[in-house]
Nanobody
Framework: QVQLVESGGGLVRAGGSLRLSCAAS????????MGWFRQAPGKEREFVAG????????IYADSVKGRFTISRDNAKNTGYLQMNSLKPEDTAIYYC????????????????WGQGTQVTVSS
């Protein structure tokens, strides 16, 4: 069992940066790939970025490639999403998630979810 808690969201102007954190409980966090997803009002939850359990493999949605960086520190049981050059269209609730197996982009394949943190980007 893995419990996830996100933090670091907030209000930022377009072009600014935020770093989201995802604190995990459970001794096996280091063996779970994790992902970041987001959901804007009226839209479906979408994949943002994913990272393998060692941190050696990462994947990104095209919309954030080159602006966002996913990372993890297994010694601290924490994952991160560094978001730079933020745009108003990045406004959403951001969720971290973990799963068994390999990292994927599909929402339905993730087993554990945090409660989300709001990111609002003003123009």
């Amino acid at each position: 069992q893995v419990q996830l808690v996100e933090s670091g969201g907030g209000l930022v102007r377009a072009g600014g940066s935020l770093r989201l954190s995802c604190a995990a409980s459970g001794r096996t966090f280091s063996s779970y790939p994790m992902g970041w997803f987001r959901q804007a009002p009226g839209k479906e939850r979408e994949f943002v970025a994913g990272i393998g359990w060692t941190g050696g493999s990462t994947i990104y949605a095209d919309s954030v490639k080159g602006r966002f960086t996913i990372s993890r520190d297994n010694a601290k049981n924490t994952g991160y999403l560094q978001m730079n050059s933020l745009k108003p269209e990045d406004t959403a609730i951001y969720y971290c998630a973990a799963k068994r197996g390999v990292v994927t982009t599909q929402v339905w394949q993730y087993d554990y979810w945090g409660q989300g943190t709001q990111v609002t980007v003003s123009s």
